[in-house]
């Protein structure tokens, strides 16, 4: 079964690990979907930790802002439009290094919540 969300069907809320970042669900367990889909928004200056997951792969799109994306070792900056795969498994992390709101576009499989 197709799952539609408009623009107002779906607000974000602060996310439970991280500081002055917010989290936009769109889909996951609960539609039984195979995979996890949300908006991410970073302030500037805020992180996501370098992390793993062991059993999940992580798409990060970059929708507006700028960014550094850890992966393979080192941090790369990225900006609007750029992507970035993370097998499962692999050390990763971002962090807000402009000074507008960073938001991001991220899916998991298989979903985290």
Avoid at 54 to 59: G, H, R
């Amino acid at each position: 079964m197709a799952h539609f969300l408009s623009s107002d069907a779906y607000s974000f809320e602060e996310h439970p690990l991280f500081k002055h970042v917010t989290i936009a669900k769109l889909a996951g367990k609960e539609q039984q979907a195979p995979v996890g889909i949300s908006m991410l928004e970073l302030e500037p200056g805020a992180e996501i930790p370098v992390h793993t997951h062991d059993e999940n792969i992580d798409s990060i799109y970059v929708m507006s802002g700028q960014a550094e994306i850890y992966a393979d070792g080192k941090w790369r900056e990225v900006s609007e439009g750029d992507y970035c795969f993370v097998p499962a498994g692999q050390e990763h992390g971002v962090k807000n290094s402009g000074d507008q709101m960073l938001r991001l576009f991220i899916v998991h499989s298989p979903p985290l919540f």
